[in-house]
């Protein structure tokens, strides 16, 4: 098959002056890209180079593919920005890898996607949501347990996420949200922070009657140095080799995985995610998981979680990489 890949590169995106540090964190490497077009030709395909933004247009347009792999975060700063590419490969009528454009769409939206899931019996973490930060001066604490965690309603990849999240009043909650709104000039939320164990939980493959059920698969993120709570933060991923230790299987109680299994499963299907997927929770003292977030997209360099949690189980990034191929080419009739 004639595969076409769809990416953002970091390179191909200018941050402006004022963005924040992280502004492009979620943008790939032309490494990345490159892994995975050699990991597509050797499963005995052609793999084409699409690009992402204008690019990408011009590019499916141009040089038509039987099947696109989708790794493109989407442009601009929009919370639908990653249903964008597979938004036109549904209007054009291309089958692609990943998640369809609603389930990405409301991925990024934390506080929805906490709604929804919660409907569906997941455990979450109570939050409360602010448009504009005088939402955040007149807010309501009412049985909200401090501290505080308070991130970017519509991001991923860790962005504004960092050791110093934590709120131990309302006052510091206003505070970080006057900086989160003018950094990332969008919502904020602010989340109860579970003191406990961070867990990373990978999807891989797909819900389908009569087919085997996907791979989940728990890895725990345990620090090297323990000094307070810990945060699996911007700073921390971008120096995990000397600050954490991954864990994988996860040496948790045995119904503590259970659970967080059943509870990835659940997530995963209620949102309509396919092929691969990545979610974080914390486990709370009594050992109840608390879903925080998933992405749809997860990132698939050789330093990402669900890579690491691939080697957890002895395989290739090649191998990643064809499996998520394969699941998704099996969609299709």
């Given at each position: 098959?004639?595969?076409?890949?769809?990416?953002?590169?970091?390179?191909?995106?200018?941050?402006?002056?004022?963005?924040?540090?992280?502004?492009?964190?979620?943008?790939?490497?032309?490494?990345?890209?490159?892994?995975?077009?050699?990991?597509?030709?050797?499963?005995?395909?052609?793999?084409?180079?699409?690009?992402?933004?204008?690019?990408?247009?011009?590019n499916v347009l141009g040089n038509p593919v039987d099947f696109v792999f989708n790794i493109s975060e989407g442009r601009g700063a929009y919370r639908s920005?990653?249903?964008?590419?597979?938004?036109?490969?549904?209007?054009?009528?291309?089958?692609?890898?990943?998640?369809?454009?609603q389930t990405l769409a409301i991925a990024l939206d934390k506080p929805l996607t906490k709604q929804i899931v919660q409907l569906a019996g997941v455990k979450t973490p109570q939050w409360r949501f602010f448009a504009k930060p005088e939402e955040a001066r007149h807010a309501d604490w009412?049985?909200?347990?401090?501290?505080?965690?308070?991130?970017?309603?519509?991001?991923?990849?860790?962005?504004?996420?960092?050791?110093?999240?934590?709120?131990?009043?309302?006052?510091?909650?206003?505070?970080?949200?006057?900086?989160?709104?003018?950094?990332?000039?969008?919502?904020?939320?602010?989340?109860?922070?579970?003191?406990?164990?961070?867990?990373?939980?990978?999807?891989?493959?797909?819900?389908?009657?009569?087919?085997?059920?996907?791979?989940?698969?728990?890895?725990?993120?345990?620090?090297?140095?323990?000094?307070?709570?810990?945060?699996?933060?911007?700073?921390?991923?971008?120096?995990?080799?000397?600050?954490?230790?991954?864990?994988?299987?996860?040496?948790?109680?045995?119904?503590?995985?259970?659970?967080?299994?059943?509870?990835?499963?659940?997530?995963?299907?209620?949102?309509?995610?396919?092929?691969?997927?990545?979610?974080?929770?914390?486990?709370?003292?009594?050992?109840?998981?608390?879903?925080?977030?998933?992405?749809?997209?997860?990132?698939?360099?050789?330093?990402?979680?669900?890579?690491?949690?691939?080697?957890?189980?002895?395989?290739?990034?090649?191998?990643?990489?064809?499996?998520?191929?394969?699941?998704?080419?099996?969609?299709?009739?």
């Open positions: 098959m004639k595969i076409g890949l769809a990416y953002d590169l970091k390179q191909s995106i200018t941050a402006t002056p004022a963005a924040p540090v992280d502004a492009l964190e979620e943008y790939d490497s032309a490494e990345t890209v490159n892994l995975l077009a050699a990991a597509i030709e050797q499963a005995g395909h052609q793999p084409v180079k699409l690009g992402g933004g204008r690019e990408f247009l011009d920005r990653e249903a964008q590419v597979p938004s036109v490969l549904e209007m054009l009528g291309i089958p692609y890898s990943g998640a369809d454009p009412d049985d909200f347990r401090f501290p505080a965690f308070v991130k970017p309603a519509f991001e991923g990849s860790s962005k504004g996420i960092r050791l110093t999240s934590t709120a131990g009043s309302p006052a510091e909650v206003i505070d970080h949200v006057e900086k989160l709104f003018e950094g990332y000039g969008q919502a904020v939320i602010a989340e109860e922070f579970i003191d406990g164990d961070e867990v990373t939980c990978g999807v891989i493959g797909n819900i389908s009657p009569g087919k085997p059920q996907p791979l989940v698969l728990p890895m725990r993120i345990v620090p090297r140095q323990k000094n307070g709570p810990f945060i699996y933060s911007l700073e921390v991923k971008r120096d995990y080799k000397k600050l954490v230790d991954y864990e994988f299987p996860a040496q948790l109680p045995p119904a503590v995985i259970d659970r967080i299994k059943s509870q990835a499963l659940t997530v995963f299907g209620t949102l309509g995610c396919r092929d691969f997927t990545r979610m974080d929770f914390r486990i709370a003292a009594d050992g109840t998981p608390h879903f925080l977030e998933v992405n749809p997209l997860p990132g698939l360099s050789l330093d990402s979680d669900l890579f690491i949690i691939a080697t957890g189980m002895g395989w290739s990034h090649a191998r990643l990489i064809v499996t998520i191929l394969e699941n998704a080419i099996s969609r299709y009739p």
